[in-house]
């Protein structure tokens, strides 16, 4: 069982949950690897997916690990609902549950949403992104797949490349890695990485080329120029030539490294697409694993409420 209602943040949760919740995603991994795809393990529990911001990712695969478990859905965009005449998070989510929902899965720009709802509804939340606070089932795919490929997280060496400022990807990571025993670096331009990140553990790099001659895992992330409200480096040409994950980057490192990008890409910026589709890539691994590990973190939270 794990120790929380709700799946918020990483930061609330212990390693044993996330153990719990690997250790889970094995036995579901398998499940959709069969011939019969699906269990009955939430039949009878009715899902709400509340997308407020665009998704493709993560919203396809709670809604495939909702049905794999056969749950009951409904979906919610706010761009084609009542939100748009000025209703409030409070009120629609509220009318929704009135239609008797145990779950509900949430993706907003505010950050500190799902902890909002969690506090003022009766139901059990699971956090889709909260502006760039956290993206808790993320990061939960991301050392699931880092831990497919070591086999374990204690004592691996990540570097979280790029947009750690706008990032909820890179804030969730650095809690769940070091939670379980990697080791963390954040890597950009200075203007991309919070002035005090060191305060969670982690160190700074402003250097691409030795970051990647220390690291085993390569986690490159988006640039977020829809939340940048600033010029943060001259051009995307500079961003590229600096910070950019290329082929010929990565040779004269001379060694194999896992590459990591939890989507959507910006091909040509962050990341090559010789290295996006390389062999060194396990970006489609990872949203493979998003459907197994999603699985289990409804199963978990759902648990919650057959008690
Ligand atoms: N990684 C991720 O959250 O992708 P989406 O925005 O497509 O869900």
């Known amino acids: 069982m794990l120790s929380t209602d709700h799946l918020i943040s990483i930061k609330e949760l212990q390693k044993s949950d996330l ?5 889970t995603a094995d036995e579901f991994k398998a499940v959709i690897n069969r011939p019969i795809k699906k269990v009955p393990s939430l039949r009878d529990i009715t899902v709400a997916n509340l997308f407020f911001e665009n998704s493709t990712r993560t919203k396809l695969s709670f809604e495939l690990a909702e049905k794999r478990l056969s749950a009951d859905i409904i979906n919610f965009a706010s761009s084609s609902s009542s939100v ?7 009120d629609t989510v509220n009318n929704i549950l009135a239609m008797k929902v145990d779950v509900v899965v949430i993706r907003h720009s505010y950050p500190g949403a799902a902890q909002f709802l969690a506090n003022e509804v009766q139901a059990r939340i699971i956090n889709a992104g909260d502006g760039a606070h956290e993206h808790p089932t993320q990061a939960i795919l991301d050392a699931y797949s880092i831990r497919e490929k070591f086999g374990t997280l204690e004592g691996v060496k990540v570097a979280i490349i790029g947009d750690i400022v706008h990032s909820r990807v890179a804030l969730s990571n650095i809690f769940c890695l070091q939670k379980l025993g990697a080791k963390v670096v954040v890597c950009g331009p200075k203007t991309l990485i919070p002035k005090h990140i060191q305060s969670l553990g982690v160190e700074v790099s402003y250097n691409v080329d030795e970051t990647l001659a220390w690291c085993d895992v390569a986690m490159v992330l988006r ?11 001259p051009s995307l040409r500079e961003y590229r030539t600096y910070f950019g994950i290329d082929r010929q980057r990565l040779e004269k490192v001379g060694k194999d490294l896992v590459i990591m990008h939890p989507g959507p890409i910006n091909r040509g910026v962050e ?8 062999p060194f890539s396990i970006i489609l691994d990872q949203v493979e694993n998003g459907v197994a590990t999603r699985m289990a973190g409804l199963f978990h939270v759902s648990e919650k409420i057959r008690k």
């Open 223 to 233: 640039i977020q120029l829809e939340r940048q409200e600033a010029s943060y480096f």
């Open 271 to 278: 990341i090559s697409s010789d290295v996006a589709d390389g």
């Open 19 to 23: 153990e719990l919740i690997f250790n």
């Open 84 to 90: 748009k005449k000025g209703e409030s998070l409070v």
